[in-house]
T-cell receptor, first 115, second 115 residues
Framework: AQSVTQLDSHVSVSEGTPVLLRCNYSSSYSPSLFWYVQHPNKGLQLLLKYTSAATLVKGINGFEAEFKKSETSFHLTKPSAHMSDAAEYFCVVSGRMDSSYKLIFGSGTRLLVRP | GAVVSQHPSWVICKSGTSVKIECRSLDFQATTMFWYRQFPKQSLMLMATSNEGSKATYEQGVEKDKFLINHASLTLSTLTVTSAHPEDSSFYIC???????????FGPGTRLTVT
C-alpha cells in the first residue's frame, strides 16, 4: 500500500530564510510523488512532481524537491521564503488501489512566514 | 490550459435540503473525475471516483445514497448532497484526469455550509 507522512504539521520561518517541508513515503513500487500548495479557501496548485526521471525536481515559485529512495523521502525546499509562500502544503503519492490509480494525500504542513 | 471549474464556489443551504455541485473540465476531456472533502485544517479525503457513463466508486465510509455522483459526459461530473445536515458542511473539491496525459487537475473547491 502507498502512503505519505508529513513530519511537521506547522513550520514557521522568517522571510528570506530557507524553507524545508519534510515528507516520507511508503510504496511497494516506484512511486509518483507530488507537492501541492493550497492558499486559504483556495483550490490546490501543483508545485512539482516526480515521475522516475531526475531525482531533483524543480517546480514553480522557486521550490524544488529531491527524491531519495534510500531514505524514502521527498522533502520540499526553497532557498528564500516570501510572505506569499504562507499556505498549506500537501505531499501526495500516486498509488494503485482497488484496480485504479488514486492520489493519496499527506496530512499537510502549514507554512508560516514571519516578516 | 487544463482548467477545472466548480459551481457554485460557495453555497449555504438549510438542513434537509439537497445541493448540487458541478465540476467541469473546461479545455480537456476526462474519463475519470474524483470528489474530495476537506474539513477545516485537515487534509483532502477522497470520497468517490466517477467514470464517464458508469456508476461511481465510493470510498469506505462514504454513503452513496447521500452523496449522489453523476458523470454524464467527458467534461462534467456532479455531486449532489441529499438531505444535507450541518455535519456535511465542508469544502468539496473535484479533480479531473485528462484522457490525453493522465494528469490530474483540481478545481477551486466549493464551500458548503448547512444551517
Amino acid at each position: 500500500a502507498q502512503s505519505v507522512t508529513q513530519l511537521d504539521s506547522h513550520v514557521s520561518v522568517s522571510e528570506g530564510t530557507p524553507v524545508l517541508l519534510r515528507c516520507n513515503y511508503s510504496s511497494s513500487y516506484s512511486p509518483s510523488l507530488f507537492w501541492y500548495v493550497q492558499h486559504p479557501n483556495k483550490g490546490l496548485q501543483l508545485l512539482l512532481k516526480y515521475t522516475s526521471a531526475a531525482t531533483l525536481v524543480k517546480g514553480i515559485n522557486g521550490f524544488e524537491a529531491e527524491f531519495k529512495k534510500s531514505e524514502t523521502s521527498f522533502h520540499l525546499t526553497k532557498p528564500s521564503a516570501h510572505m506569499s509562500d504562507a499556505a498549506e502544503y500537501f505531499c501526495v503519492v500516486s498509488g494503485r488501489m482497488d484496480s485504479s490509480y488514486k492520489l493519496i494525500f499527506g496530512s499537510g504542513t502549514r507554512l508560516l512566514v514571519r516578516p | 490550459g487544463a482548467v477545472v471549474s466548480q459551481h457554485p464556489s460557495w453555497v449555504i443551504c438549510k438542513s434537509g435540503t439537497s445541493v448540487k455541485i458541478e465540476c467541469r473540465s473546461l479545455d480537456f476531456q476526462a474519463t475519470t473525475m474524483f470528489w474530495y472533502r476537506q474539513f477545516p485544517k485537515q487534509s483532502l479525503m477522497l470520497m468517490a471516483t466517477s467514470n464517464e457513463g458508469s456508476k461511481a466508486t465510493y470510498e469506505q465510509g462514504v454513503e452513496k445514497d447521500k452523496f449522489l455522483i453523476n458523470h454524464a459526459s467527458l467534461t462534467l461530473s456532479t455531486l449532489t448532497v441529499t438531505s444535507a445536515h450541518p455535519e456535511d458542511s465542508s469544502f468539496y473539491i473535484c479533480s479531473a484526469r485528462a484522457i490525453s496525459s493522465y494528469e490530474q487537475y483540481f478545481g477551486p473547491g466549493t464551500r458548503l455550509t448547512v444551517t
